[in-house]
């Protein structure tokens, strides 16, 4: 295969005998906020319970944008290779692996499932003891390494490369834990089924099953980038009757209005907060509101939208502020409720091949192709970024 170098790596074991370290293109990010920078890799073999993945599409999602900019410090771990959401094919897989093998078309999912924890066998949650989502972890869970190496220009040295959501995907090739990669169905349109692996699953997962939107029921959404559009797809599946935007950025209402969306609130154009618009839109607040923006005010004013006695908020933004939530105990007496949703609830290696069955057999009718605002060649992945911080993309899809 072209780019696999002859050396072994580290006289690792794998059950599969062409694994050999791979040089490859991958996007490295040096420091917060610089550009990144096209380098020629060393990704080793998987190790045991690990998959090598040939990485074909990847899009980019707010949270690989936050993690570039350096936002959070504790999450400062460069040269980094980010990137959560993508599809490929499985390349090689380490001893013990069972479930994959070669050629099989896979996307990688950053909130893992052993199948094997008192988490995973629990229906009470999608959270995984060992492999869950965890923006802080840089490293493989195996042995605390990581599997990517580049020379730094500056000193000729070779370095390690950390990874990023246990996913690590602006790579041509990239490393994973079994439980974060999801077999799926080998007839299924990779480019589309690259948006299920986070941004679509966890909106439209947020709207079924974390807050299970009924018929005929009113849902306040604030920030219609592609996470809260796909809450919109969800509760127009489920059938709800007035589906509310909130947005900043006026340029999201047309694409709003194809995914669902029955009305708009800017707050910039508005003389007073948006909850009490929403209220007055819905005789005394939504039954089920989204936060998708990452802004604490934000989360403040969807949590009291809601009506009182049975208001549900879900929390999908992440929020990177030491702040804590901005609301007061006795606030929750009012019976409003308020969750925060990883994945949209759905247990990834479990459910994500029979959603993405559905989605091929028009079952579940979630407009993806919508979400596909650009296309761009995988060297052009600066533009890409700027496209999403201008908020001119919802999902800008990398071919690799
Ligand atoms: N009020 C209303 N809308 C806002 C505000 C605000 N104060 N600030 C930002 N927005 C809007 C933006 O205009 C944009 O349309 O929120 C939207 C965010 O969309 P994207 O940047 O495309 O982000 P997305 O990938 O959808 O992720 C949304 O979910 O997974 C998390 O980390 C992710 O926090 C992020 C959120
Ligand atoms: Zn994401
Ligand atoms: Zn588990």
Redesign the pocket.
Known sequence: MEGISEATSNGQQTSNAQSKIITCKAAVVWAPGEPFILEDVEVEPPHKMEVRIKILFAS????D??AWKGENELQRAFPRILGHEAAGVVESVGEGVEDMKEGDHVVPIFNGECGDCAYCHSEKTNLCNKFRVNPFKSVMVGDGRTRFSVVDRRNGERRPVYHFLNTSTFAEYTVVDFACVVKINPEAPLDKMCLLS??IS??VGAAWNTANVTKGSSVAI?????????VAEGARLRGASQIIG????PD?FAKGREMGITDFVN?KECSKP?NEIIKEMTKGGVDYSFE????L??LR?AFVSTHDGWGFTVV????LSPRLLPLHPMELFDGRRIIGCVFGDFKGKSELPNIVDKCMKGEININLDGFITHELPFAEINRAFQL??E?K???CLLHL
């Open positions: 980019i999602c707010h949270t944008l936050s986070c941004g966890t909106g604030f920030g219609l980038g592609a996470v809260g559009l796909a909130v947005d900043i950025n999201k707050p948006a998708c923006t990452g802004n005010g934000v004013e999908l933004g992440i929020h999403l911080e908020g993309s919802l999902r």
